[in-house]
């Protein structure tokens, strides 16, 4: 039963690049090892909205992962004792993944419904199926 | 703008009242209570205020108009918009954001303001 999740952590400012990559992938390798999925992306330094903890500004690096709740509860776990993160939030998204998928399947069925009266008026035979054949392999990778 | 039919009035209360009929007629079921009773809000116009009609242009849901599906803490500049000066959430009748989109819209500015994307108080820098 995996979910998705998306894990954004802030990193104190005065880090360097090499210990950040480290211990992402410190931490994507605790992920991966429990059976699940994990990507990250760095953000970079930005400024911060306030304080936090005596910095202004920090480095975001935000991690897309696909595992249960009890490996995303150990990451979560290793990020409060790391000490050069300051702040992090996870948020679950498969209920709305779930959610947009649904409207994309219901916005696409529309679309090819309206499509296809048009496909039929519009002509002759010969037009007709190679635009009847380009029509499906359009639809196929929903 | 076929609604539009202010007529540039000086009234003082005229304008202070504005606010209020502009609630009873955006959600209809919710605050009855004030507007109901002291003025003729929410109908075409009250014989108060000489015929003027009462509804403003309509605002239009940003988010349906747009068909922006996902509302995320992280695009800060589009959450920025419904934001005020002092970093409060502005109200769905100034904005004109439907219910269920105010509704996503204010779990992601709370998101939001968690990871220091938007401040809880003060100017967004």
Known sequence: MNRNYELMFIVRPDMVDEDLNKLISTLESSVTSAGGTAKSEVWGKRRLAYRVGKFNDGIFVLMMIEATGAVVHEVERRLRVTEPVIKFLTVRTDEELKRLDKIKKIRDSKKKASAQPAAAATAPVTPATPEAATETPASAPV | ?125
């Open chain 2, 1 to 125: 703008m076929a609604e539009e039919t202010k007529a540039p009035s000086a009234h003082t209360g005229a304008s202070g009242g504005e606010s209020r009929p502009e609630r009873s007629g955006g959600d209809r079921p919710e605050r009855s209570g004030p507007p109901r009773g002291a003025r003729p809000g929410g109908g075409p116009g009250g014989p108060r205020e000489g015929g003027r009609k009462f509804f403003r242009r309509k605002k239009v849901c940003k988010f349906c108009v747009e068909k922006i599906e996902a509302v995320n803490y992280k695009d800060v500049r589009l959450l920025a918009q419904f934001v005020a000066e002092s970093g409060k959430i502005t109200p769905r009748r100034l904005t004109g954001v439907c219910t269920p989109h105010q509704r996503r819209l204010s779990r992601a500015i709370k998101q939001a303001r968690n990871i220091a994307l938007l401040p809880f108080a003060g100017r967004a820098q």
